[in-house]
């Protein structure tokens, strides 16, 4: 039978979902490679023959996205087929330039392919860029849905950055499971506010067995709750979806992918950080989602603030630490971290730049615009290590932490520190519960 060769480019999440459920057991179709880009030390591995099905009983290597041309000439390869989040327009299409350039075709799957049906209902959260505040909006969405009398189950966005044989279906139930799993800092900022609030977390690659094992948790299941990563679609066909929007960055909404097609798929609409946003920026996001969803409820809300210890701050030359990857390919350069030191009154904010070793030094070269703000990258053991040491070097008083999870709990921190939290509240009307006392009542029949 002839065989149309394919290239999957991806970033360990959504190019193993698109092979799975598209490729796998299609013997029209031959995928030569997966290449990988965006998260540090996920090339050079296999995809493992155990997941990729019969028709692969060698597996599929995973190559660096540098390599695309000269695999592309190589293998006389038909298609290559992009599949992951958080990239411009502009970089998608001078991507498939280049593609195209080396004779082969390049495609992006749609949903009708790629989403899964669960028999449970589906709350989908997504976001247009990462870094909207959509962690905190899935945290108010769960807690509601709790308060309701219902079971939620969490499946999270894949972060498959160690054995893929091993994170399979991966159930995170306690705190212990985080070291069970071997998580890295960015999973465990994804699980452990979950975990922390009662609620079962899956993850891991194999999403179609991950809905099942969902879908009849011991603990019981009356909702899924799909938390999106990056600004990715879901995997599941969601029966409520919910999209967060950021006025911090105007007109990103309709200029990354794939963010306009969640933003278009969207029930919900969340304006986040309307306090700390101009009204002319919120005005283009308004016009924006009424462009592409006009029918779209719109909620609008602020990420509250706070600090377990601001005298920590205050007066003093801080450091501040953010979630990683809304820095790098999130882009921002202003987050939680660096608002709670300007409003609890930090004497200084200090440049962690000089001070930055190993692969955090990297970073910095790599995303350069990152700014005044360190990023707690920890995506593998030495890059905790690194971190840990950055830190430990930097002329400061103290340090402001403003990660998902308690970062002084996984990394020794010898400074005086302060956890910055955040949570969503809507204002006005219509709110989080509006919403949802619809979906309940239309689940409940």
Known sequence: MYKLRIIIIGAAGRDFHNFNTVYRDDPRYEVVAFTAAQIPDIANRKYPAELAGS???NGIPIYEQDELERLIKEHSVHECVFSYSDITYAAVMALGAKVNAAGADFSMLGHNDTMLKSVKPVVGIGAARTGCGKSQ????????LMERGLKVIVVRHPMPYGDLNEQKVQRFAHID????????IEEMEEYEPHIMRGNVVYAGVDYEAIVRAAENDPSGCDVILWDGGN?????YKPDLMITVVDPHRPGH????YPGEITLRLADVVVINKIDSSSFENIQI????????????????AVSTITADNPDVIKGKRVLVVEDGPTLTHGEMTIGAGIVAAMRFGAGEIIDPRQYAVGKLAETFELYPNI???????????????????TIDKTDCDSVVIATPIDLARVINIKKPSTRISYNLQ?????????????FVAKIKG
């Open 426 to 438: 809507e204002i006005g009307r219509p709110d989080i519960d509006d919403v949802l006392d619809k």
């Open 253 to 256: 909404e309709l200029s990354y």
């Open 177 to 184: 499971d985080l070291a069970k799993h071997k998580c890295t």
């Open 55 to 57: 028709l692969y009983p």
């Open 231 to 235: 600004n990715d679609f879901p995997f």
């Open 137 to 144: 909006t899935t945290r108010r969405i769960a807690e509601a």
């Open 371 to 389: 700014g005044t703000v360190l990023p707690a990258m920890g995506y593998s053991e030495q890059q905790m290590k690194d971190l840990s040491e």
């Open 285 to 300: 996001v308004r016009t924006n989602i009424s462009k592409v969803n006009p029918g779209a409820t719109v909620i609008d």
